[in-house]
């Protein structure tokens, strides 16, 4: 279906920030943004809905990350700022192509997944 490609990873110090893409190469109804820190699971992090008029944010990224959409596009953005080495993960961006709602992160959820990129936060 709709191949993901991230974009945007990097590494930056405490305080600084990173803008992560996610490109899809067709319309998708939910992106998640999850990441896996070292001898952690992955989590899921943040929701955005197809139209781009709904988000969530997990506490810990709630004030600090934005998601917007560019549905032209097919471009999700996560914009992570005042980034603390806690952040430091790699993050993956997944989709579902099909309609229906927007609110889990069940990785059995999504259709596709990006690659991975990594954010690392020094001190």
């Known amino acids: 279906q709709g191949q993901l490609e991230e974009s945007g990873g990097g590494s930056v110090q405490a305080g600084g920030s990173l803008r992560l893409s996610c490109g899809a190469s067709?319309?998708?109804?939910?992106v998640a943004w999850f990441r896996q820190a070292p001898g952690k699971e992955r989590e899921g992090v943040a929701l955005?809905?197809?139209?781009?008029?709904?988000?969530y944010y997990v506490d810990s990224v709630q004030g600090r990350f934005k998601l917007s959409k560019v549905n032209a596009a097919n471009t999700v953005y996560l914009q992570m700022d005042n980034l603390q080495p806690e952040d430091t993960a790699i993050y993956y961006c997944a989709a579902t192509f099909r309609a229906g709602s927007c609110n889990t992160f069940a990785e059995s959820y999504f259709d596709d997944w990006g690659q991975g990129t990594q954010v690392t936060v020094s001190s």
């Open positions: 955005i809905s197809g139209r781009g008029d709904w988000t």
């Open positions: 067709t319309y998708a109804y939910c």
